[in-house]
Structure formats: structure tokens, C-alpha cells
């Protein structure tokens, strides 16, 4: 729980000076090109070797303050010299400093400002020198621009910009209290709650009131979008919290969330929807900046009155966000970016509070914010955080920029082309594990990347090619960053020529994301994580690096046994040995019980190579039974088309595979789905990569099987089955066809409501 005051109270507008001159001094174009500015890591050790250079009695991050009629505007100033005096403004960055925009920097002279006329009034200084100093993290090199600036002068530059600010800061006080009196006036928006509903609800409210965080398994139908959303907006007010997210794994459950919110009616209630920028492009034709884009033209310009239309609106899900983008010729994704800081509910992607350059999450550090924060369909998360901190770096994408790479990336990609063919000559095996990073082959990407940049800022056009590239440079070199115990990094050659040189594909893979996402969880005042499937709690507990007092919760399900005939296939095995030989009896079983209970079906497979196997065989077997089956890659309208042939009226068996689109998240009800065949337990597949996770998991965990293959095979197969009962008129079946179901171990893992 956060220990110091809200960057905005209730009672008073309080306000750092990085927000204050952000909202009011931030003027231009919208600029991605400087992303090469170091990470927080970077910039610390930055500041510190600037500030241990400088002289006896120099002082660093130095707090000050100062008031505008009820607006107090505070913060630290990097250091000041009080025998000159000077106060420096401390800027750590890569590269060529000259192409740091005006804008930005202007951005920083603001700040240096504002500090400026503080350190006047508490001092009473008629006049100060302020200096902003760039430091090159790379070569220690510091350029130090200084000027004199009187008190009067830095007193009129502070006075506009609150007097820009205040009367926002006024608004938004008002609105947040406006906005906690309705919350506390919430009523349940339904007559009743489901079965199991008021007891999820119960446990949010109870873990938010506390501070803690809470793992709660619930089955599907109670409603736990409604429940879960409902029990901290209620609870939201008397602890002070700033702000909910609503994370999803998939776009459908961002959906559900904004549905709930609308069905709660809460007015005031800034809901904003986030949306990953590729869906939110208007141009993706052209690169993130004025001279290409022409929504990032002139945007902080036009950002103000964006924004007041935004805040206005309340309700900011993509289309609405989208329209007011439009009218006031503004980039909607940045839009939506800044309205984070401004909204009280944000419903988004798992990536936009747990990536590693996840806006939601900085801003709740950088503004001390008291989130609450709400994971669905959790079960998710293990899986695409090892994604957000894994990264992957190919040499075709490379190989193809280089060939069209202008003379002035010559040098550095040729340094990296060295390197990366001195790995390639190191380690000749199609796959290999690395004991550590290639340290000279990062430090040559990390050059790459400062020439790649400083190019792109002389040259926007022709840059749409390269700015990819160096999008992908840049996430790799970020993960690189967090490198550590839980991560590994390997090589892999995608295919060889005889003779010659083949540079192999360079990946960091997390395997343990705990370690990663511990600080996420430490930063939110309370999470809740909540799936149908979140079994065995601690092994969820464990990878996802939750604290160890997490609260658990597991909501019985409100479904009868009766509802469900489960059934295990003996004497067959569906291991990878045995598959030729089981596959006439495994589509007899499925023919048989189609046969016995014709109706619509969902087969689920580990692979698409076994689908296809099983597939073939059943037609080639059972040609008058109807089939349909999922692709690999499968668009949009494909899989709608997929999901559309389950009729109350159809029959037959759609084939698909376990963990894959239509593993979850369908709602099939009524005879639209009878019954799910379940071949294998979903194992990931043995290869050298699973066998080093599992290695590294029994190292740390001391359950390395259970927490590689068996615990995640056997959510898949619970998700899976999970499809066939979907309210309390259905009925179905759900046939196991493994043998290694009957297995006590294995049979603990399902659903405690089954009868086997
Ligand atoms: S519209 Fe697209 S190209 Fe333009 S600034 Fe936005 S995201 Fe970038």
C-alpha cells in the first residue's frame, strides 16, 4: 500500500512538477523516434554518476514545493549547487544528444524551471543559474547547457503554467469525489446473485478492504466479470484507490468488463478501453512521428482539447475514444495513452499492466497510484508473461534491412554481422543453450541500435522498414536487461547450407516470470486473479510470484454431477509412442458414442499433426459422420465460421486442439454442445527447451514435472471440458480418452464436482 499522498487528494489539488509540466508544457509533435533513452536502471546510475562528480555541499534530489492558490505543486529536484547557486535539471540518454527534439526539450527547461522558482522562494534568491545537463550513459560524456534566470522570470514561467493546470486540477478534484459518492451509493445491479457470486463478490471486497491480493477459482456462469467488478468499485472509495484495470488475456472478456461497467450505470465513471496500437493505427502505413504521421502532427498541441472532450464523455471504449481522436486530429492510441492517467476504470490486455514497458504500470509507480487490479481468465498469465519477457531476434529480419541499410548504418551493421557470425562459428549444434548473454554480440546490437535511431531522426522518409527493425532491437535489448536466473538464452539454426555460415536465431526465453512480475503485484494495493481453472493454487501462487499471505478462494460449482457423465477410456494410450497404434480405437470411441448420443461435439487434440491423424481416420472409418475441424492460424471469420456450426440443430464433430482458440472462452449452451473427447492430458511436448524449464522449476521449486508437463497439461484438459456444461438446464458428456486419467495424481486435478 502506498505510504505517500495521492498525486491528486480529494481535499486539495496536489500535483508533481513532471505532471504539471507534462499536462501544461508539452507542446508539437508526437515523437517515437527517442526511444533510445535508457531504461530506469540506466537512468538511475546516470544520475548518480553526474551527482558524484560534482563538489563538496552539492545537493541531490533535493524536495521542494510550492503553492498556487490551492494548488501545491511538488517534487525533487535532481541537485543544486548552492555556491553559484545552480540548480541541475539531470537528463541521462544514447547517442547523438543534437537529436533530441526542441519539444522535449523544451519539456526539460520547463522543469528546470519550475525548480528554479522553488528553490528562489525558499531561499530568496533574486536570481539562479539552471543548467540542464545530458549525460551519454554510453560514454560518460556530459553536455551542460546553463543559463541565469531571475526569480521574476521563473516566477511568471510557474504562475502560467499552474494557472493552465488549476482549473483542470479543480474539475478533476470535484469529479473524484463526485465519483466516490456514487460508488458508495452502488447497488448490485441484478435482483439476486448467482449461486457462488455473492461469495466471490464478498471475497474481492474483503481483499481490497485489506490490501491483499486474492486468488480465487470460480466456475463459469456465476457471473464473476459482474462480481468481481462490482466488489471493488464498491470497496474503491473508502480506501482511497485512484484507479481499477481490468485485464483480459482475449478481447471477448474486455467485452464482458465493459458490459458489467455499463450495466452498473455509475455516474461519474471515467471507463476508458485500451487497445494494442496496431488496432488502433489510423496510419499503419506510416512510423510515429509529425513528419509522417499526420495524427502525431502538431498532437500535444491539440492534446488539451482532445482530452476535455474525453474527460467529458466519460465513456471511452474504442469506438468513442476513436471518435474523439478523429475530431480533434490526434493519434487515438496516444490518446488513449494519456487518458490513462485521467481515467478510474481502465479494461485492457494482461500487456498493459505487466510488459516491461507497460504504460499502466509506470504510471502507477511514477504517480504513486492506489490501484486495484483485476486479472481474468488468470490462468493465462503464467504463459503470456513468459512471452512479454522473452524476445527473439532472427537473422532475416536482419539480413533484410541490411541489404537496403543506407551508408551511414554501415559500420555498426557490419560490427553486428561480425558478432553474430562469431556466435554462429562457437556453438555449430542445431540448438544451443547459452550459460550466459553473448555479451559482445549485445553490446554491438546495443551500438546498432543508438546508429539506428540518431539515422532515423535525419532521415523520416523511407524509415517505415527500419522503424520496425528497430522496434524489435529495442524489446530485445529490454528483456536482455532483466536478464537473469528465471530466463534463459539460446540459439537455434533454422536451417543450414553446407559450407556455409548460417547466423543462428538468438532467443531469451523466460521460464520462471515470478521473479518479474513480483514487483507488479508489490506496486497494486489489491489484485484478484480469478479463472474456472486455477489449480493447484500454489503452483499459480508460485510462477506468478505472488506474495506468499494471497488470499485463496475456490467457489464450489453450482452444477449438478448429475449434469455430467464423465468417462475415462481404458487401455488406451495417446502417448506419443502409441499413437499409430490407439488411433482405430480412439475414433471408434468417439463413433460409438456419437452413435449412442448423436448431437454437436468438440474433439481436442495436443497438436494439429495429431488432429490431422485422428481427423483422416475417423472420415476414412466413419465417412457418413459429419466433421469440421480448426486450422493452424485460422482469422477471425474463420473461427467465428468454426464456432457458427454448432447449432441447436446441427450435429457432429468439430475437431480442435487443447489450448488453442477454442479451448476456451466459447459458450456453447444447450445442444449447441453435448459432449467434449479429450485426447491426451495436454503434456507440452518433450524437447531441450521443456526439459531446461523443467530442470530450472525442480531446482526451484522442487516440482519440476508437476509444474512443467502435468499441472499445466491438465488445466488445458479442465478448460477443454469445461465447454459442455455451461447452465444449470445443460447436460453432457465428457469422455477422458487416456488411460492415465484413472491415475489418483491425475484424477486430484480435476474438478472436485466430476463423478468418474
Ligand atoms: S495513427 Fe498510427 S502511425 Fe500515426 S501516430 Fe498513431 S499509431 Fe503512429
Not at 399 to 406: D, E, G, I, L, Y
Not at 484 to 503: F, I, K, M, N, Y
Not at 557 to 573: E, G, I, K
Request: proline share 6%; glycine share 6%.
Amino acid at each position: 500500500m502506498s505510504a505517500n499522498p495521492p498525486f491528486i487528494d480529494t481535499t486539495a489539488a496536489t500535483v508533481a512538477v513532471r505532471v504539471l509540466c507534462a499536462f501544461a508544457a508539452k507542446t508539437g509533435d508526437l515523437d517515437l523516434r527517442f526511444t533510445p533513452s535508457p531504461s530506469a536502471q540506466d537512468g538511475i546510475a546516470g544520475h548518480t554518476t553526474v551527482t558524484a562528480r560534482r563538489a563538496a555541499g552539492y545537493q541531490r534530489e533535493v524536495p521542494l514545493s510550492a503553492r498556487f492558490g490551492e494548488l501545491l505543486v511538488q517534487g525533487r529536484a535532481d541537485g543544486f549547487d548552492p555556491t553559484t547557486p545552480r540548480l541541475e535539471e539531470i537528463k541521462t540518454h544514447r547517442g547523438d544528444v543534437t537529436v533530441i527534439p526542441e519539444n522535449h526539450r523544451e519539456l526539460h527547461w520547463a522543469q528546470a524551471r519550475v525548480y528554479g522558482w522553488m528553490l528562489c522562494e525558499q531561499l530568496s534568491l533574486e536570481r539562479i543559474e539552471l543548467a540542464l545537463v545530458y549525460f551519454n550513459i554510453d560514454n560518460g560524456q556530459e553536455t551542460v547547457l546553463p543559463v541565469w534566470h531571475s526569480a521574476i522570470e521563473l516566477k511568471a514561467f510557474f504562475e502560467s503554467l499552474c494557472e493552465r493546470y488549476v482549473g483542470w486540477a479543480r474539475a478533476e478534484v470535484a469529479h473524484h469525489a463526485a465519483r466516490d459518492a456514487a460508488l458508495q451509493a452502488l447497488v448490485f445491479p441484478f435482483e439476486g446473485f448467482r449461486p457462488g457470486q455473492r461469495e466471490l463478490a464478498a471475497a474481492v471486497y474483503r481483499s481490497h478492504r485489506a490490501g491483499r491480493h486474492l486468488l480465487a477459482q470460480a466456475p463459469t456462469g456465476i457471473g464473476k466479470t459482474m462480481a468481481t467488478l462490482f466488489a471493488t468499485l464498491r470497496a474503491a472509495p473508502a480506501q482511497g484507490t485512484h484507479k481499477v484495470f481490468y485485464l483480459t488475456a482475449k478481447t471477448p472478456g474486455r467485452q464482458l468488463a465493459l458490459h458489467a461497467l455499463q450495466r452498473m450505470k455509475v455516474q461519474p465513471l471515467r471507463v476508458l478501453e485500451l487497445v494494442a496500437r496496431d488496432k488502433a493505427c489510423e496510419h499503419p502505413d506510416k512510423a510515429c512521428h509529425g513528419e509522417s504521421c499526420p495524427l502525431a502532427r502538431g498532437f500535444y498541441d491539440r492534446l488539451p482539447q482532445a482530452r476535455e472532450a474525453a474527460a467529458e464523455a466519460g465513456w471511452l471504449d474504442k469506438a468513442a475514444l476513436r471518435e474523439i481522436a478523429l475530431r480533434h486530429e490526434v493519434c487515438p492510441y496516444y490518446l488513449g495513452q494519456d487518458l490513462l492517467r485521467w481515467s478510474d476504470v481502465v479494461v485492457g490486455d494482461f500487456n498493459h499492466f505487466f510488459d516491461l514497458s507497460a504504460h499502466a504500470w509506470s504510471l502507477t509507480v511514477s504517480d504513486d497510484l492506489r490501484v486495484g487490479l483485476l486479472v481474468d481468465e488468470a490462468h493465462n498469465l503464467i504463459e503470456r508473461a513468459r512471452l512479454m519477457y522473452s524476445a527473439e531476434l532472427h537473422p532475416r529480419a536482419f539480413h533484410a534491412v541490411r541489404k537496403t541499410a543506407p551508408a551511414a548504418l554501415k559500420k555498426a551493421m557490419d560490427r553486428l554481422h561480425r558478432q553474430w557470425s562469431a556466435l554462429a562459428r562457437q556453438h555449430t549444434q542445431d540448438h544451443t543453450v547459452l550459460p550466459d548473454l553473448p555479451g559482445a554480440f549485445i553490446e554491438a546490437l546495443q551500438r546498432h541500435n543508438v546508429a539506428l535511431s540518431n539515422h532515423l531522426v535525419h532521415t523520416p522518409e523511407g524509415a517505415a522498414g527500419l522503424q520496425d527493425w528497430m522496434f524489435e532491437v529495442q524489446r530485445f535489448l529490454r528483456v536482455a536487461e532483466v536478464f537473469g536466473e528465471h530466463s534463459l538464452v539460446d540459439l537455434t539454426h533454422p536451417q543450414r547450407v553446407a559450407g556455409r555460415v548460417r547466423h543462428p536465431v538468438i532467443t531469451l526465453r523466460n521460464l520462471d516470470p515470478g521473479p518479474l512480475l513480483q514487483p507488479r503485484w508489490q506496486a497494486a494495493h489489491s489484485a484478484t486473479l480469478f479463472s474456472a481453472t486455477l489449480s493447484p493454487m500454489g503452483y499459480v501462487n508460485d510462477l506468478l510470484g505472488l506474495p506468499a499471505d494471497t488470499a485463496r478462494l475456490d467457489v464450489p460449482s453450482p452444477f449438478d454431477a448429475a449434469q455430467l457423465q464423465v468417462r475415462v477410456t481404458p487401455h488406451l494410450s495417446t502417448r506419443y509412442a502409441d499413437r499409430a497404434a490407439s488411433l482405430d480405437r480412439l475414433v471408434d470411441v468417439m463413433a460409438t458414442q456419437y452413435g449412442e448420443r448423436p448431437g454437436n461435439y468438440l474433439a481436442f487434440f495436443s497438436s494439429f499433426e495429431y488432429l490431422q491423424q485422428a481427423l483422416q481416420r475417423l472420415q476414412a472409418t466413419h465417412p457418413a459422420l459429419p466433421v469440421w475441424a480448426q486450422s493452424r492460424g485460422m482469422g477471425e471469420p474463420e473461427r467465428e465460421a468454426f464456432v457458427a456450426r454448432f447449432t441447436e440443430q446441427s450435429r457432429g464433430i468439430g475437431f480442435a486442439v487443447l489450448g488453442g482458440a477454442f479451448g476456451e472462452g466459447i459458450d456453447l449452451p444447450g445442444q449447441r454442445l453435448i459432449g467434449a473427447f479429450i485426447a491426451t492430458l495436454g503434456l507440452p511436448q518433450v524437447n531441450p527447451v521443456t526439459e531446461q524449464l523443467r530442470a530450472r522449476l525442480q531446482a526451484r521449486f522442487g516440482q519440476g514435472y508437476d509444474y512443467t508437463y502435468l499441472f499445466p497439461g491438465l488445466q488445458k484438459v479442465v478448460q477443454a471440458a469445461g465447454r459442455v456444461i455451461r447452465g444449470p438446464q445443460d447436460e453432457g458428456v465428457v469422455v477422458l480418452m487416456d488411460e492415465r486419467f484413472a491415475r489418483p495424481e491425475v484424477r486430484r486435478l480435476l474438478p472436485a464436482w466430476w463423478r468418474l
